[in-house]
């Protein structure tokens, strides 16, 4: 589950995974901080029923340039020592000794996931780009087949756990194109190269360690344990925690299979992930609407919520005309700002996004399960003349905007709340429409 994408309705400058399948992450954002760069597939140890907090983003299957091989001898007797180290904590965490010894014979430094890891946020798509290849003519036939195909198996899913089966299968095709492409990589060597990296070594450690209780609880053998750069794993991408919290067993072989050719355990996981998470079978994870004339893009935030009547009253209403039906309260999400599509978005957004944070992946899942169910694509223009920004210049702008007093608090490249509200602030003393939108024409405004 993952993909690196900046969140919060913004020029979507993060890591967007091409859309082949996409790797997204299951990690949270706190609200009012700016977005880490994230990935896709994945979630945090935060969270009191799924842990949501990311590992890897990226273009996946065949994205990325030739893997990087060489490891200093220095690297690799430094890797080797840190093994030492983590295989005491991990037998004092509960792992036995023979399983350990097992996970790690051959286990060596793997400079090409360090690399991925780095340019995760060099990586930019704007959000039409990242939607017409999510929900592609392509990968909406094939999720109409992939539906037909396992008719009788998600029917079951949805009447136990009571999400509808199009959105289970639109996650599986944005996270391994139904299955096609669940990642060859060792899962036990690349979550040890991150953990013995550092950057985020708290974190992949306590994968690292969960991955080793899968090896220990029999659900997978060691051969089979593989999954995407960042550890990610079988048909819809869970990381370990992930996977221990929610992962289910569901065709009742007596292992939580979400690594092999047959998709029950995996798809059955998702739709215990999303129902664990809150989600409203039947209810829309937003609709695309119309905004009236003089439209106060200042309440275009997530943050105001009010039911569709309510925004009707001011003339916010759906692509016919009327008002949208009484779903539960929404906000209004412009994810490219005044000039792209704009959507009511209501719970069941929030809870796709605890899969992933990131604005982009929660409309590219909702929209392909809209496409796939029969429903027609997103029917406003997008500003194709647009680009997303490079990360250097995400970071230029945060410093351009805090030098002239509309403080972003942070220099990260990460656009998200904080900067998001800097722009609007910077664009009301402008006398631009305040929409938040973190646009190129905004950076040379500011230059």
């Known amino acids: 589950m993952y993909i690196r ?6 020029a979507l400058a993060g890591t967007l995974a091409s859309a082949g399948p996409v790797e997204h992450s299951l990690r949270p954002m706190t609200r009012g901080q700016d977005a880490p760069a994230v990935s896709r597939s994945a979630v945090s ?7 949501r907090n990311s590992l890897r983003p990226e273009t996946r299957p065949a994205a990325a340039a030739e893997p990087v091989t060489f490891v200093s001898a220095a690297t690799q007797a430094g890797f080797e020592s840190w093994v030492t180290g983590f295989r005491d904590r991990a037998l004092r965490a509960g792992i036995a000794p ?11 430094y793997d400079a090409d996931v360090i690399r991925r890891d780095r340019n995760q946020s060099e990586f930019t798509k704007t959000i039409w780009d990242y939607l017409d290849s999510a ?15 396992h008719a009788a198996l998600l029917d079951r899913i949805e009447a136990r756990y009571g999400v509808d089966k199009d959105v289970v299968v639109a996650i599986w095709g944005l996270e391994s194109a139904y299955g096609t492409f669940r990642g060859t990589n060792p899962v036990i060597g690349s979550l040890a190269t991150l953990a013995f990296d550092g950057r985020r070594g708290a974190f992949f450690e306590a994968q690292l360690v969960d991955a ?78 119309q905004l009236p004339e003089g439209f106060d893009y200042t ?48 719970k069941n957004f929030d ?15 909702g929209h392909l399960s809209d496409r796939i169910s029969g429903g027609a694509p997103i029917q406003s223009a997008w500003p194709r003349e647009d680009r997303a920004l490079s990360f250097d210049e995400r970071k230029e702008m945060q410093r351009l905007l805090t030098a002239k007093g509309f403080d972003t608090q942070k220099i990260d490249g990460k656009v998200g709340p904080l900067t998001i509200n800097a722009v609007r602030l910077f664009q009301t003393s402008i ?17």
């Open 5 to 10: 994408i900046i969140a919060s309705g913004l």
């Open 45 to 51: 140890l935060v969270s009191v029923v799924a842990p």
């Open 98 to 108: 023979e399983v350990f010894d097992r996970a790690f014979a051959g286990a060596r």
């Open 135 to 149: 929900a592609s003519d392509a990968r909406v036939s094939n999720g109409k087949a992939a539906l037909r195909q």
């Open 212 to 289: 080793l209780r899968i090896l220990q609880s029999g659900d997978v053998a060691p051969a089979d344990f593989t999954g995407s750069w960042a550890g990610a794993m079988g048909h819809t991408q869970f990381i370990p925690s992930s996977y221990q919290s929610l992962a289910v067993d569901f065709d009742g072989d007596g292992k939580r299979d979400i690594w092999s050719d047959n998709p029950a355990d995996a798809l059955a996981s998702t739709a215990n992930y999303l129902a664990k998470n809150g989600w409203i079978k039947g209810a829309p994870w937003g609709i695309e609407v």
């Open 299 to 346: 309440q275009a935030n997530r943050k105001i919520r009010k039911m569709p009547s309510d925004w009707a009253g001011i003339g916010v209403l759906g692509l016919d005309g009327a008002a949208v039906r009484d779903h539960g309260s929404a906000s209004v999400l412009l994810p490219a700002g005044a000039q792209g599509a704009a959507f009511l978005i209501f």
């Open 351 to 365: 809870v796709i996004e605890t899969y992933n944070t990131a604005d982009a992946y929660v409309i590219g899942v």
């Open 431 to 447: 006398g631009d429409i305040p929409d938040g939108y973190a646009s190129l024409n905004i950076l040379k405004k500011l230059r």
